[in-house]
């Protein structure tokens, strides 16, 4: 059975930052694209970051780009986000998924399109970041 955990949020003030991680059991943790997406307040849900499955190409998001920085590490399983200088506008709930490996080029549109597929992947429940201007 897979599992996806999300950890690390919390309140902040502007400003600060917050680094995410994202604990990935029950599949093979290398065969496996990730991506970080979010969801704010009254707003759909929307990729930040994804990492490919070799850790070789990244996609940002206009709004984190320069900000954030997406990381794995394969030998623990796990994801990370690290967000500098956070924004009010960077409030939301945080979704950690670990994503078929087609599914990468799909991160920076059109993924919602697919997110039902059976293939997409695995979605964790979220972590909450709020940050206090």
């Known amino acids: 059975q897979v599992s996806v955990v999300e950890s690390g949020g919390g309140l902040v003030q502007a400003g600060d930052s917050l680094t995410l991680s994202c604990k990935v059991s029950g599949l093979t943790f290398d065969d496996y694209a990730m991506g970080w997406f979010r969801q704010g307040p009254g707003k759909e849900r929307e990729s930040v970051s994804c990492?490919?499955?070799?850790?070789?190409?990244?996609y940002y998001s206009d709004s984190v780009k320069g900000r954030f920085t997406i990381s794995r590490d394969n030998a623990k399983n796990t994801l990370y986000l690290q967000m500098n200088n956070l924004k009010s506008a960077d409030t939301g709930m945080y979704y950690c998924?670990?994503?078929?490996?087609?599914?990468?080029?799909?991160?920076?549109?059109?993924?919602?399109?697919?997110?039902?597929?059976?293939?997409?992947?695995?979605w964790g429940q979220g972590t909450q970041v709020t940050v206090s201007s």
């Open positions: 998924a670990a994503l078929s490996p087609w599914v990468y080029v799909y991160c920076s549109n059109d993924w919602s399109a697919i997110q039902r597929r059976p293939d997409f992947g695995f």
């Open positions: 990492l490919s499955w070799k850790g070789d190409s990244t």
